[in-house]
């Protein structure tokens, strides 16, 4: 990831160093930097005011959308009084759509952007022991459990739509609005199911995927030797102090 593309926010720590330029002298350290930088990371990513302001946004932007199908059938009947309500209907949908369409906007870039910063860090190391340090309880459920309905919504009004007999102007309303909430639902479980899958991963870690040490899952190191092996030479241990990780080797 480039780290000049964008900052993370003021109380948020940056990317992980790249490989030259990491401070950490052992794994205990990069371990317990790993699971304070992930658990700042986790917290903002899964806010429950996020969610919040998401869910608001999405019926503020369909409100406007609303408007803005009236003020467009005011407009084209023809008659001057209906022409003045359907600019004041027009301008009240665009007080309503812009400010709500920017705001899920930056919102989105804000995530992408936290969120790749935290499968960087994630993919450092793994340690199922950390991860109660990192985890956000309830988080991911409740950005997740909303958004599917949401979503659900969503889908059922776009095909009550396309299905019933209703009028030209009505359709445009109901399948816009139906267009908006299944999008505002699907981030929502995106989000949720990003976060998910990085608690999988550090729970079921992959065999033969190296870690930030040069060791796949099974401890091995680059050279597929055992780092905690009766044989494995002092220099080859991850931390070249010529010890494991407990300080002894194990057969």
Request: hydrophobic share 45%; net charge negative.
């Amino acid at each position: 990831m480039r780290k000049d593309v964008m900052t993370p926010p003021i109380e948020l720590p940056p990317p992980p160093p790249g490989p030259d330029e990491r401070p950490w002298k052992d794994r205990a350290g990069l371990l317990d930097e790993r699971a304070r930088a992930m658990g700042a990371l986790a917290r903002w990513y899964l806010a429950p005011h996020r969610a919040l302001l998401l869910w608001l946004s999405t019926f503020v932007f369909a409100l406007g959308w609303s408007l803005a199908v009236s003020g467009f059938q005011f407009l084209v009947k023809g008659e001057i009084i209906e022409h003045v309500l359907g600019v004041i209907f027009l301008g009240l949908a665009l007080g309503a759509t812009v400010p709500s369409s920017l705001g899920v906007a930056s919102g989105i870039r804000r995530d992408v952007f936290v969120g790749a910063c935290l499968r960087d860090w994630a993919e450092l190391e793994r340690d199922p022991q950390t991860l109660p340090r990192w985890r956000v309880s309830g988080g991911a459920l409740l950005w997740l459990g909303p958004s599917i309905v949401l979503t659900c919504l969503g889908l059922a009004l776009g095909g009550f739509a396309v299905v019933a007999d209703i009028g030209t102007e009505s359709f445009g309303t109901v399948a816009g609005i139906g267009i908006v909430f299944a999008v505002a639902g699907a981030l929502g479980m995106a989000k949720a199911i990003d976060y998910y899958r990085l608690v999988s991963r550090e729970l079921r870690p992959d065999a033969g995927v190296p870690d930030a040490y040069g060791r796949d899952a099974y401890g091995r190191d680059a050279y597929g030797r055992d780092a905690c092996a009766p044989d494995a030479p002092g220099p080859g241990s991850p931390y070249d102090d010529g010890f494991c990780d407990d300080g002894f080797c194990s057969d």
